[in-house]
């Protein structure tokens, strides 16, 4: 059975960091690529940020570039969102998202964690 | 900001059929990427839908269908039940934007 399960929200203040994790099981990790998508409390879906299997392709949102950056481990099948510069907008759900490709062009997101909130405030 | 318009709300009687639209540009649906459907019920992860425009992954009813046409894809609910109440959003690619994805604004379903 196919398992996402984020971590490491919380609450922060504006213009510090935060590390998100991912931890996926049930497959066959450095197969897939993977993304994160986030969801503004009472809000849409908003794709953030991309990864290929090898981490040779990565994509950002324009509204996280140079602020966030993805990253995973294949050997620890787990992915990562290292975000800095926190801002009051960045307030949201965070969800793992697993492709079915190896790379991050186009596509769509067939399995996804149950997320991790982050929420940016003083 | 997303770039696919969806109605904000559609509502139907129990067994009704609905329709969800997801209209966009010529930098994505209308460029021929595909379109990807999600449905995520009160309180819990999106879950995919329709995939590549009309196909179910495995599980979904065949009440769910999609279809795609020019700069727009719809949704549709045959036999509306109680539980189909939830969001709904489009998703798809877009060229113009820096290795981007995008999502419909979400659309939600009511079971009368």
């Known amino acids: 059975e196919v398992q996402l399960v984020e971590s490491g929200g919380g609450l922060v203040q504006p213009g510090r960091s935060l590390r998100l994790s991912c931890a996926a099981s049930g497959f066959t990790f450095d197969d897939y690529a993977m993304h994160w998508v986030r969801q503004a409390p009472g809000k849409g879906l908003e794709w953030v940020s991309g990864i290929s299997w090898n981490s040779g392709s990565i994509g950002y949102a324009d509204s996280v570039k140079g602020r966030f950056t993805i990253s995973r481990d294949n050997a620890k099948n787990s992915l990562y969102l290292q975000m800095n510069s926190l801002r009051a907008e960045d307030t949201a759900l965070y969800y793992c998202a697993r492709a079915p490709s190896t790379v991050t062009t186009e596509g769509y997101f067939d399995y996804w964690g149950q997320g991790t909130l982050v929420t940016v405030s003083s | 900001q997303s770039v696919l318009t969806q109605p904000p709300s559609v509502s139907g009687a129990p067994g009704q059929r609905v329709t969800i639209s997801c209209t966009g540009s010529?930098?994505?649906?209308?460029?021929?990427?595909?379109v990807h459907w999600y449905q995520q019920l009160p309180g819990t992860a999106p879950k995919l839908l329709i995939y590549?425009?009309?196909n179910r992954p495995s599980g979904v009813p065949d009440r769910f269908s999609g279809s795609k046409s020019g700069t727009s894809a719809s949704l549709a609910i045959s036999g509306l039940q109680a539980e189909d109440e939830a969001d709904y959003y489009c998703q798809s690619y877009d060229s113009s934007l820096s290795g981007s994805y995008v999502f419909g604004t979400g659309t939600k379903v009511t079971v009368l």
């Open positions: 010529s930098s994505n649906i209308g460029a021929g990427y595909d």
């Open positions: 590549g425009n009309s």
